[in-house]
């Protein structure tokens, strides 16, 4: 009897040390947001390869020749660290960063920061909760490289984006005509509605106010069949743009609950012509 009690006490003292115990990892990670704390301290959040969303603190670098430097923090900055991963913690702790990939457009050409730092922050909200998903990951880093790279053509970059962030989400549009099977969409695009809570088009309104009339419901099948590639062959305006956008926003609203109001927005709107 003894040795049983103390055998279920041991196994119990193993699993709770366990869940405090530190893993050692390296991992790719793309800086989501940061935040100073004190003096010496920035709280940083990251999405990463292996783990998924992660807070970091890190003591602020006091020379130049300090492994953690301030300047990899930044916004949407791509990076390699070495962290010690304990499940139960709340703060995470860096130990070594490096940059996986220079992005010096991105911080020189203020549109392209401006989509950068609006994606950031779209993706510090979105991403709340997000576990490790190695093909979103990939999405997004070689997404931000993409939009880095390029020199023109890059004025619906964010409108593609957030259409195909939204597959990886769980709520990316349905192509088949609610009650129809497999229709094809294209022979009656213009006059179908869009039912932004279930995410598919239909003949009729559905019984609540969260779809898209016909003429605005042809904008999500627009802009299903963009990519990076052929984006530029769609001449949008900035009204157009900026409408699509709104829809997205709230189309987002509806699948991730208290998505809030976006600070960099406003910023957003007033690019391109």
């Given at each position: 009897m003894f040795c049983q009690i103390f055998l279920k006490k041991s196994v119990s003292f193993c699993i709770f040390f366990a869940n405090f115990a530190a893993v050692k990892t390296k991992t790719e990670a793309i800086v989501l947001h940061s935040?100073?704390?004190g003096e010496q301290k920035l709280i940083v959040d990251m999405f990463t390869r292996q783990w998924g969303r992660l807070?970091?603190?890190l003591q602020l670098p006091r020379t130049a020749q300090a492994k953690l430097k301030k300047q990899y923090f930044q916004p949407l900055t791509l990076l390699n660290i070495e962290a010690d991963i304990r499940q139960q913690v709340q703060l995470q702790k860096i130990?070594?960063?490096s940059l996986l990939s220079p992005?010096?457009?991105l911080l020189s050409d203020p549109s392209k920061l401006a989509i950068g730092l609006f994606v950031c922050e779209f993706l510090y909200h979105a991403l709340r909760d997000e576990q490790r998903n190695e093909p979103l990951f990939d999405y997004v880093r070689t997404s931000i490289e993409w939009l880095d790279g390029r020199e023109r053509d890059f004025a619906n970059f964010h409108l593609v984006f957030l259409m195909r962030l939204s597959r990886f989400l769980?709520?990316?549009p349905n192509l088949e005509l609610r009650n129809h099977g497999t229709t094809e969409l294209r022979n009656c695009?213009?006059?179908l509605y869009f039912d932004l809570r279930a995410a598919c088009f239909c003949e009729q309104p559905p019984l609540h106010r969260d779809f898209l009339m016909p003429q605005e419901a042809s904008r999500i099948h627009l802009l299903m069949r963009m990519d990076y590639a052929t984006m530029h062959l769609f001449r949008l305006g900035r009204a157009d743009r900026n409408r699509i956008l709104e829809i997205l926003i709230q189309y987002y609203r509806l699948?991730?609950?208290q998505f809030p109001e976006l600070r960099s927005l406003p910023v957003l709107q007033e690019l391109f012509q």
């Open positions: 935040v100073k704390y807070s970091f603190a130990s070594e960063a992005l010096p457009s769980g709520f990316y695009e213009n006059s699948h991730i609950p």
